[in-house]
């Protein structure tokens, strides 16, 4: 807790902001890896190219 | 104080230890996924199956068999496999297939903790090797202390004898097929006998030093042996499933190896792995459970609070990655025959599966309540409070889409009831998309159970913390958002085939979260700050959670164990041996389930038997005061 | 005590929970296939076409995937008229039978049924060419040729076509009811009307080569009739353990002799003997 408390309120809004990316971009590329090793491409916007 | 310290210490030393097993069995499970991932390319199956007659090893071009046999000098001969009529039968005045199914349920049941329990229980005294602590020993030691008779039951259970008599052609048949095999089995079970006697009795004499490692060998061996007879009785069960090593009438053209490597049999091998651990954490769970409310003595009390939480622990882990399994099963029976796993999902056998969520909903509350119930062990735990409601409800409502019934088999006149085969607010729930979603978000809710548990007495003193809460918290939400895009968009407005693979992301996303909490959080909590936790405080009622644990597993493999034999249908050995027997039908799910709550009872008699045999060996008779005093006269 | 009475209450009352839920749901049983005794002599074509239907519904296990979207995994042929389908089929590049009438194509599709794949119900990966759907004939469905047959006249008359098969001959019956209990409890099969079907029908392909004198379980036939007189075919189908080819196991079954009508010994052994 008391960790935290040194942290300013700007820099925890970034840290949030770049764990939610950082997550984004994982299960996304996630996604199209799973989908790829199955032979069912992914377009861009995650619609099937098949 | 001290004593707090010492056992908060202890715990989290075995839950990093834990965690590590854990990691490693997700990693395992990665690759059994991974091996679904790579099959579904194209020949996959094909390569992956070899189908009856025409068996040859991997790798190589098929060869016909007569090739190798006419090259031979010593012919093998051909057999067909036997057709039966009913009147080869044995009548023995009540339906032998229920004598057998009780017989073989016990036998598996028995069978299934005896081999589960020395796998954790080395687990277990590895643990205290590693951090010296000697009550991990002593745990261990008692862990196989009450499950030593069990080996007996297994072996009276055994039922050979029963099969022989009732289905002398199937299991003549059997005989030619396994051949040397059984030779094979009954040596390995002199072996497990030996090992398991020297492990248990030898635990004392084998303590400390280097003979403790010998010891760690021993059991080592214990569970070697114990795994191949597992596996061997496993292509008894998958060959009768999907023979292989055989040609279209039955008669043997492949070597042993290849009548045992099935299509199906390292699915199962892993499916049972898995579930035997469950199984086994759940049963002794509730000999801790029952011995705990049987004293009053606050000792006695926090140690058994403690043998049951580690049997709650092990019994949900090794539940989690259990569909996964499962899953990999069902595709395999899918591409293996069409035929055969519509039988399962999609047939009258589909029913089934509400009843199958039933108890895996039963499981999960159960093993949820009993980790919020034992918060109240740790002072830390009231940061985690308000997230138990949020993890309540996603559980219900998973637990709600998942028992809504797909549309099976209606009459006409439900059928027209319903104003097509599909409720129209309801269908949409009923089909396989809504379920994966359900399912996946159980599971990860049920982790966060775990996760949160094992935080609830600790505070994390590295200087990341933050970042690694972000970071854990946005897996969450990302991946629990992916699970539900993955399945409504792939499973409701795109073609079949993608509609399948997406499951496989969705799966491969409760994963990574596992993973990732795993990961995140042994090196985050690494020398923590360790907040007083108290082993005996937790209410009376929670202990019959873990009641509730071992009578739905127990249930729950029952269940599964009818489904597994049923999808063969009218067939001994499915394509290659009818069932003529006047039981060659698939009985109701009301009669399967009179018959699993019969062996469920008498399972829980003759568990009941094995504790009460475990406690003998503790118990002392004061020596009578009037022999003593006649013996000083 | 106490505590033993309330765990064993409690957990097997949980169990009896458990019992009640599968007492709730609908109870079937899944009844093996009967065998189903037809007086051929008596057979008429509506008997026939309903005798398809049920082979269709029931053991032919065709609705387990022929069904309507969206559980359906096949074409949903309950709601097509296939004579009409064939014709658009049989035209399509893509077919690689050799049928040219609706009855030849259903029942090829029904034992070959790669010979042509509907777009999008092919195998996954195999882009259409391989059929997920397994061949009627064989094992685990194991229908008959006049089951097969039974099959087509439904498929052709539920949408008001002309049944083009004909109705097995009586004489064909009174031999499948003689070679019925020799069957040893199979499915009464109907007696071969050419020497092909009674290959089809003993299974003579499994171990045999019929095209060329590759060795499966036991020698190629392609040009047997070369190698062996009539008297010795029939010796061998009649009693194959007198003389084996060399080189092969003794793997042949025994029982054709009781198995067999004259009519289809006599047809395999010309059939084979022309084999040359």
């Not at chain 2, 509609?499 to 969705?506: M, P, T, Y």
Request: aromatic share 12%.
């Amino acid at each position: 807790m008391s960790e935290e408390n040194k942290i300013g309120g700007a820099v925890l809004l970034v840290i949030w902001i770049a764990a939610l990316s950082i997550s984004l971009v994982a299960f996304y590329g996630l996604d199209h890896l799973i989908m790829n090793m199955q032979g069912l491409p992914l377009n861009a916007d995650l619609t099937p190219a098949g | 104080m001290r004593s707090n310290r010492q056992q908060s210490i202890r715990r989290n030393g075995f839950s990093n230890r834990l965690g590590w097993l854990l990691s490693l069995l997700a990693v395992l499970l990665t690759f059994g996924v991974s091996s679904v991932f790579a099959d579904m390319g194209i020949g996959g199956a094909e390569q992956r199956i070899a189908p009856i007659g025409r068996v040859h090893i991997e790798g190589q071009d098929f060869i016909p068999a007569v090739d190798s046999v006419a090259s031979e000098i010593e012919e093998p001969e051909l057999i067909a496999a036997p057709r039966t009529s009913r009147k080869d039968y044995p009548n023995i005045g009540v339906s032998s297939r229920a004598v057998v199914w009780i017989l073989a349920q016990m036998h598996l049941f028995f069978g299934a903790l005896v081999l589960a329990v020395p796998l954790f229980v080395l687990a277990i005294e590895l643990v205290g090797v590693a951090t010296g602590d000697e009550r991990y020993d002593s745990m261990a030691h008692e862990f196989m202390k009450i499950s030593l008779t069990g080996f007996s039951i297994t072996a009276i259970f055994g039922g050979s004898l029963a099969l022989f008599l009732l289905y002398p052609d199937f299991m003549g048949y059997m005989m030619h097929v396994f051949g040397a095999q059984w030779l094979v089995y009954a040596a390995l079970f002199f072996l497990e006998s030996f090992f398991l006697y020297t492990y248990y009795y030898g635990w004392n004499a084998m303590r400390y030093g280097n003979m403790k490692w010998v010891h760690l060998s021993l059991g080592l061996l214990l569970n070697g042996a114990g795994m191949t007879i597992m596996v061997m009785a496993n292509s008894w069960a998958t060959f009768m499933m999907a023979p292989s090593g055989v040609n279209e009438v039955g008669a043997v053209i492949g070597n042993i190896w290849e009548v045992m490597k099935g299509p199906l049999w390292n699915p199962i091998n892993l499916h049972r792995f898995i579930a035997n651990i469950g199984f086994g954490g759940a049963v002794v769970g509730a000999y801790a459970a029952y011995k705990f409310l049987s004293t009053k003595d606050m000792e006695k009390r926090a140690h058994y609070d403690w043998m049951g939480y580690t049997s709650n622990f092990i019994a949900i882990l090794a539940f989690l990655p259990l569909p996964f399994a499962g899953y990999w099963l069902m595709a395999e029976i899918y591409a293996y025959s069409q035929q055969m796993g519509i039988t399962a999902m999609g047939g009258i056998l589909a029913w089934l599966f509400i009843v199958q969520a039933v108890l895996i909903g039963t499981i999960l509350l159960a093993g949820n309540y009993y980790l919020w119930a034992g918060m109240s062990r740790t002072e830390g735990s009231k940061r985690y409070k308000p997230f138990i409601g949020f993890i309540a409800f996603v559980l219900v409502i998973s637990f709600l889409i998942w028992v809504t019934p797909h549309t099976l088999m209606l009459s006409a006149s439900e059928i027209a009831q319903l104003g097509g085969s599909h409720h129209h607010i309801l269908g949409p729930l009923g089909i396989m998309p809504a379920k994966n979603i359900a399912v996946n978000l159980m599971l990860i809710v049920t982790f966060l159970s775990f996760q949160l548990y094992r935080r609830s007495d600790k505070v994390a003193t590295v200087s990341w913390a933050p970042i690694g809460n972000a970071l854990m918290v946005a897996i969450y939400v990302v991946a629990i958002v992916n699970i539900i895009f993955l399945g409504v968009y792939f499973g409701y407005f795109t073609n079949t085939v993608y509609k399948v693979g997406s499951s496989v992301a969705q799966v491969s996303s409760t994963l990574v979260v596992i993973i990732a909490g795993i990961v995140i959080d042994s090196l985050m909590f690494k020398n923590a700050k360790i907040l007083p936790s108290h082993w005996g405080r937790i209410p009376d009622r929670a202990q019959y959670a873990l009641f509730a644990l071992p009578i739905a597993f127990t249930w729950l493999m029952g269940l599964m164990g009818y489904v597994r034999s049923s999808v063969k249908t009218h067939w001994h050995v499915y394509t290659v041996m009818k069932d003529n027997s006047p039981d060659n039908f698939i009985p109701t799910i009301g009669y399967a389930g009179n018959m699993i709550t019969i062996v469920t009872v008498l399972f829980l008699l003759f568990v009941l038997f094995m504790f009460w045999i475990a406690s003998l060996s503790g118990t002392k008779q004061p020596k009578p005061e009037t022999v003593a005093e006649g013996g000083v006269a | 005590m106490n505590v033993f009475f309330k765990t064993m209450g409690f957990s097997i009352g949980l169990a009896l929970i458990f019992t009640l839920v599968t007492q709730l749901l609908p109870q079937v049983e899944g009844e093996a296939p009967v065998e189903t005794k037809v007086d051929l002599s008596s057979l008429t074509m509506d008997d026939f076409v309903t005798m398809g239907e049920d082979l269709f519904m029931n053991k032919g296990t065709c609705t387990l995937c022929h069904k309507p979207p969206p559980i359906g995994r096949a074409p949903d042929i309950q709601s097509m008229d296939m004579v009409s389908t064939v014709a658009e089929r049989l035209a399509d590049e893509r077919y690689q039978g050799e049928s040219k009438d609706a009855a030849g194509y259903i029942l090829e599709s029904m034992i070959d049924p790669s010979k042509f794949v509907v777009a999008g119900w092919g195998k996954k990966g195999s882009n259409d060419t391989v059929s997920p759907m397994p061949a009627v004939d064989k094992a685990p469905i194991q229908l008959s040729v006049m089951e097969m047959d039974a099959i087509i006249a439904y498929l052709q008359a539920k949408d008001g076509n002309e049944v083009t098969v004909s109705l097995p001959s009586p004489e064909a019956a009174a031999e499948a009811a003689a070679a019925a209990p020799a069957a040893g409890g199979g499915v009464a099969l109907a007696s071969a009307a050419t020497a092909e079907e009674a290959l089809g029908k003993y299974a003579c392909s499994a171990c045999h080569a019929m095209d060329s004198e590759d060795p499966l379980v036991g020698p190629g036939l392609a040009t047997v009739g070369r190698r062996l007189s009539e008297t010795e075919i029939r010796q061998s189908i009649v009693d194959p353990a007198a003389v084996i080819a060399e080189g092969f196991p003794p793997a042949m079954p025994a029982d054709f002799a009781e198995k067999m009508t004259v009519k289809e010994l006599e047809m395999l052994v010309q059939h084979l003997a022309e084999k040359k």
